[in-house]
């Protein structure tokens, strides 16, 4: 009886067999790299706002404090966006007719407010809170990146829970003295770890990761 | 549904009364088919969750099934695939100065009750109100809440609610409303207004009643009327201390529960209980006289089980024996009551000045002057009870001013009628015939908070402002004024009564903070207007304002003497609902769903009989029976309820809605069509017939039973001076498998003290509140499914006919070593480094092995989506610091764990740690007794860590060395020793 099989079948069940494998690790690997990657996260997209606030010009060129316009950084889980009215307070008397600012004077003419589009989106049950980790001494660049720099505002973190936990573990790796927090360019010393030790210690820094930490 | 068991309520109730007379007798017992022992008992206890898969109606077959479940495991990945959505950030445009995003704001104000407001600060994010608590600076409610007030922040937010302007049916508006109001208003002035009435509840607000009064100085010929069905008219206010009283007789009182100033006398009563260090042995001591079962009677030392007619023979004797000068009064008492009144007489007369008698708001005006003709021979005046002028604006006989009205509106003298926040076309008298002299008014005018059955029916119904987002001032128990400020903006063009009457009077649209500003204007005390209003919101109360004590009233001796009823003769007996009143929250869906204190029953009234009468009657649980009472019919099913008097039936107001919404409309069966002008709270002569159809209730009573472990311990004072150690089976601490944990930081843990729980459930609806705690209907809470992480279970202690009752708060006992965490199969379940037992809902899978696990059963699972997502006008309603959770979590309590989390988070930017009593959970909180205190047990001279010291500390089912960080204390009764003695 003729052999039912040919020869050559011997090698397409083998690349089959390992095709199969690779087929499911590349899958796997594109599904990954999906999700952790800025399609998913959107690190480093510049998300459409209704005006196009540029914090580089702000920050740097004009030299404004985060808490000017983020005012309750420091005592509140929110840090706070800043009412139509804090806009206005310059932007009556400087481009006080630019066409860019127009949904800014539309706000404050009809009192309905501006909606930007969040950037930073924990999913909801997650609770963050920015005033304990400005008060133990996270600079707002740890997390925000040099957002001084940025013509338009992206998220330089995927704010996925394992790079959370890294320094919930490890606070000692990015942990700054608390008159750092707003300085943008601050750049950890060399012993950072040392130094950081030290701060941990100096400010009770507790290496939280019980679950109820961030989740009700 | 068919395969659900049905636990049968065929008893034999002799079986059960030999089975609790005998030794053998379970020492508590939470219900009659526990004690019983049946078989479909078993099975449903057994079983946690009761049929699990019975839901689906037809029987899936097995290749259906694993298409089905292949299908859906596929799929199961996939769900989690979204991108998360785009969300926006929407700042103000002017910022208020006084607000930081991402706090939230408190403002004082208070519920308007019949009686007495509730003095509460609300909690308000972004705008939103979310949550009700009491206002410590209120007299009224010394920081806590009860269940009605707390839950009342729901009908806030009931998509149900009256949204629109109606006229005769059809949507209108308030333009067109004053535009034809304008006309008739005049032409009621040019005739000085004859033919126009007014309808409105008893008047507790300042402001309100000197608009009545301007109303009817403009139209003399006007007149004005006032009803509400459950507030007993009174010439006088009393006011009662319990704090310094130490010998308490109720005349079939329920202060503790429900009536004016509950929460003042539950925290007084309560603070004359506690034994703690340095103050034991000094007890106060309660007799209760009842004839249905309220959870005053549940706190009795002594429980005099009688009819509520025999009530004012008691009374009488008892006045007879500390030699008041009283007249005689109802049934004669017979040799036993005879003799109790005897012992109970000389107890009061060994406490002149520092006894107590109450009389019930619903017993007739003859016993009231009996209670007040005691206090008066006892010396108790001035001490213990004070008398002052009424709280409302010209308190008058209600009965008689809707009687008066409903003959005018018959008699055709009616052609205007403006019904302000009353019903009484669904809870006038049932001899009255409201309904009918209505339709004959020409002009109908209803100013509801919900399209109601007197809505439905008006030429003009136009929504009421809800208390939360209306200016105005009302009076606490004692009279204190609060002025009431919004916490938003009407959500549905709501108005209020003060805005109502100002049209009327001026045809101008003032605002209601305008009248109320104006009239305070005028009070004394208020030169610096801007600094008193100020302080007066601020605090929530207006200093000065409680009614000044005067000397005791001349208390008329109407004694109309209750017509004996013969041998045999069942009194019927009228009570409010004890979750939700009179049907003014029969829409409300946590209290529709609040497990009643004495049955544990939810979405329902029955018809309360005592055991012995049932039997007598040959009827059983659920048993639908026809109620005749003089000529009129109702019917409803049986519920059978140890300690209820014999030869009577309780019912309850408040339920057989037609117009109360989608909650309300057609639960229970309507008792006002039973309750007449003479007898409006009891009466003798109920006729009971056996309609042979049955009805399903949805209790909770037998989910989550502690099957014959003794929960409760319970000892007398004598016992407790003498030895106050309780009995305790923990196990060495080694003898465990559990690793050790450390608790080097915090270590938080709950002490409840059972000799304070009144069971009155205000901390089940404040949790049900804090953390966003879904309801899940009737059908779901008879599948034992309903999700109160806070359960107050009532056990039974005793013989069948009069067995005591005790109360039990049971939340999360956060095990030091909980069976619950070792078993979850993906770590949802895990222990925090404080010791709390979390649960992680976005790692929870739903596998329901920690609740199987759990032997406290408090752990509760989300089998439907039960929270509502998708109705809107809920989303205001929800705590934004705790999760709203999904289908197929576990949940259970978290000792508010974003209280906690908040006060760690404060206390650490000040570098301290945090303060014994600056983490308050939300059931401490509410606990008008103060029954239930949270702490750091780490810190040795927290409240806590020193109640659980008491020797009376002991935790639930200790045996089993989870190591409860929740104790209890036991339960310490004062019995008069004489009468333990007798008896």
């Known amino acids: 009886m003729a052999q039912i099989f040919p020869r050559s079948a011997n090698s397409l069940a083998k690349v089959s067999v390992v095709g199969t494998v690779l087929l499911a690790g590349g899958l796997l690997a594109t599904a990954y790299s999906i999700d952790r990657g800025h399609f998913n996260t959107n690190v480093g997209v510049a998300l459409d706002q209704p005006v196009p606030f540029s914090h580089k010009h702000h920050v740097s060129d004009d030299g404004i404090d985060c808490r000017y316009c983020h005012t309750s950084v420091e005592v509140s889980a929110f840090a706070g966006i800043p009412a139509t009215e804090t806009c206005m307070s310059c932007h009556a008397q400087i481009w006080a007719n630019a066409e860019l600012l127009e949904p800014v004077r539309a706000s404050f003419r009809s009192g309905r407010s501006i909606a930007w589009t969040r950037i930073h989106d924990l999913p909801d049950y997650v609770y963050f809170n920015h005033s304990i980790h400005v008060n133990k001494g996270i600079g707002c660049s740890t997390c925000h990146g040099r957002i001084d720099l940025m013509p338009l505002t992206f998220k330089v973190n995927t704010l996925n829970m394992n790079w959370c936990v890294e320094c919930h573990r490890e606070p000692e790796k990015y942990v700054r003295p608390r008159d750092q927090v707003f300085n943008m360019a601050y750049q950890p010393p060399p012993d950072q770890r040392d130094r950081g030790l030290k701060l941990v210690a100096e400010y009770k820094i507790q290496r939280l990761t019980d679950c109820q930490t961030c989740h009700r | ?983």
């Open chain 2, 1 to 983: 549904m068919s395969s659900l068991v049905q636990i049968s309520k065929k008893l034999d109730l002799d079986a059960i009364r030999r089975r609790l007379d005998s030794s053998s007798a379970p020492a508590f017992w939470n219900s009659l088919e526990q004690v019983a022992g049946t078989d479909d008992f078993r099975q449903y206890v057994e079983d946690e969750f009761p049929e699990r898969a019975m839901d689906w109606a037809d029987p899936a077959k097995r290749r259906t099934f694993l298409k089905l479940m292949g299908a859906s495991l596929a799929l199961a990945g996939l769900t989690a695939c979204t991108k998360q959505p785009p969300e926006a950030i929407v700042p103000y445009v002017r910022q208020p100065e006084e607000f930081v995003p991402g706090k939230p704001l408190y403002y004082a104000t208070a519920m308007p009750a019949p009686g007495g407001a509730n003095g509460i600060l609300v909690e308000s994010h972004l705008g939103r109100p979310t949550k009700i608590e009491g206002n410590p600076n209120h007299p009224g409610s010394l920081g806590a809440a009860d269940a009605r007030t707390l839950a009342s922040l729901l009908d806030l937010y009931d998509p149900d609610r009256s949204q629109s302007v109606m006229r005769n049916g059809a949507f209108s508006s308030w333009v067109n409303f004053t535009a034809e109001l304008s006309p008739v208003r005049d032409a009621h002035f040019e005739r000085a207004g004859a033919g126009l009435r007014l309808l409105t509840k008893p008047i507790l607000s300042p402001t309100l009643g000197r608009q009545m009064q301007q109303v009817l100085a403009a139209l003399p010929q006007a007149k004005w009327h006032q009803w509400d069905p459950v507030r007993r008219p009174t010439s006088f206010n009393t006011i009662h201390h319990f704090e310094s009283a130490e010998v308490i007789v109720s005349l079939d009182s329920d202060f503790l529960a429900c009536g004016p100033g509950n929460n003042r006398h539950a925290h007084e009563f309560a603070n004359k209980r506690r034994l703690i260090e340095g103050r034991s042995g000094t007890m106060n001591r309660l007799y209760v006289a009842e004839g249905t079962v309220t959870i005053t009677g549940g706190m009795a030392d002594h429980r005099l089980r009688m009819k509520a007619a025999e009530v004012a023979g008691f009374a009488a004797e008892l006045a007879r024996v500390v030699g008041a000068n009283a007249p005689d009064a109802g049934l004669p008492a017979n040799d036993s009551t005879r003799r109790m009144a005897g012992l109970i007489g000389k107890d009061l007369q060994s406490h002149r000045g520092t006894s107590l008698v109450i009389a019930g708001e619903y017993q007739p005006a003859s016993v009231h002057a009996l209670a007040h003709a005691i206090n008066q021979a006892l010396g108790n005046v001035g001490k213990t009870v004070d008398y002052s002028a009424p709280l409302e604006f010209q308190a008058g006989d209600t009965v008689d001013s809707l009687r008066q009205l409903v003959a005018d509106m018959n008699s055709g003298q009616v052609e205007t009628l403006i019904v302000v926040g009353c019903n009484p076309v669904y809870d006038g008298p049932a001899d009255f015939g409201f309904l009918d002299a209505y339709k004959k008014v020409k002009l109908r005018i209803h100013l509801g908070v919900y399209n109601d059955e007197t809505g439905a029916i008006s030429n003009w119904h136009l929504p009421e402002a809800h208390y939360l987002e209306s200016w105005s001032d009302t009076r606490a128990y004692d009279g204190t004024v609060t002025i009431q400020q919004p916490l938003i903006e009407p959500l549905y063009g709501g108005r209020t009564a003060h805005e109502l009457l100002e049209l009327l009077l001026t045809k101008a649209e003032r605002s209601a903070r305008d009248v109320v500003q104006e009239y305070w204007r005028g009070q004394p005390g208020t030169s610096d207007f801007n600094a008193f209003w100020q302080h007066a919101l601020h605090d929530g109360v207006v200093p000065n304002t409680a009614l000044p004590a005067g000397t005791a009233p001349s208390f008329s001796s109407a004694a109309t003497t209750a017509a004996a009823p013969g041998p045999g003769a069942i009194e019927i007996m009228f009570r409010p609902d004890p979750a939700i009143w009179d049907g003014t929250f029969s829409n409300n869906a946590w209290l529709q769903e609040m497990s009643k204190p004495q049955n544990k029953m939810t979405w329902d009234n029955a018809i309360w009989i005592s055991p012995a009468t049932a039997s007598r009657l040959g009827l059983t649980s659920e048993d639908e029976v026809e109620l005749t009472y003089r000529g009129r019919r109702a019917r409803g099913p049986i519920w059978i309820t140890p300690g209820h008097a014999d030869d009577a039936v309780t019912v309850h107001l408040g339920f057989g809605r037609v117009n109360a919404g989608h909650n309300g409309n057609g639960v229970g069966f309507n008792v006002y069509g039973l309750r007449t002008s003479d007898a409006l709270w009891q009466g003798p002569g109920v006729e009971l017939r056996k309609t042979g159809g049955k009805h399903g209730f949805a209790t909770t009573q037998y989910t989550y039973t502690m099957e014959g472990r003794d929960p409760v311990k319970l000892m007398t004072l004598a016992e407790y001076t003498s030895k106050p150690e309780v009995e305790r089976e923990a196990p060495p601490r080694e003898m465990t498998l559990y690793p050790e944990y450390k608790y080097d930081g915090y270590k938080w843990g709950m002490a409840i003290d059972l000799n304070s729980c009144v069971g009155c459930q205000a901390c089940t609806m404040a949790c049900q509140s804090e953390n966003n705690i879904p309801v899940v209907g009737k059908d779901q809470v008879s599948r034992g499914r309903h999700m109160n992480w806070l359960h107050v279970d009532r056990y039974y202690h005793g013989k069948l006919d009069d067995p005591e009752l005790f109360f039990q708060p049971r939340p999360c006992m956060h095990c030091e070593t909980a069976p619950c965490e070792l078993v979850c199969p993906v770590g949802a379940t895990v222990h925090s480094g404080d010791g709390l037992n979390q649960m992680v809902y976005n790692r929870c899978v739903g596998t329901r092995y920690c609740s199987n696990n759990c032997p406290y059963k408090v752990r509760r699972f989300n089998f439907y989506l039960y929270s509502d997502w998708y109705t809107k006008s809920l989303y205001g309603l929800r705590n934004p610091d705790v999760t709203v959770r999904s289908r197929g979590v576990m949940e259970k309590c978290t000792y508010c764990v974003q209280r906690i989390a908040e006060a760690k988070i404060e206390s650490e930017k000040e570098d301290r740690k945090i303060r014994d009593g600056e983490v308050v959970t939300a059931c401490a909180q509410a606990c008008p007794t103060q029954a239930i205190v949270f702490g750091d047990l780490n810190d040795p001279n927290s409240k806590v860590a020193l109640l659980k010291k008491q020797p009376r500390d002991y935790g639930l089912l200790e045996d089993l060395n989870t190591r409860p960080r929740t104790t209890y204390q036991a339960r310490v009764r004062n019995p008069n020793p004489e009468i333990d003695r007798g008896a």
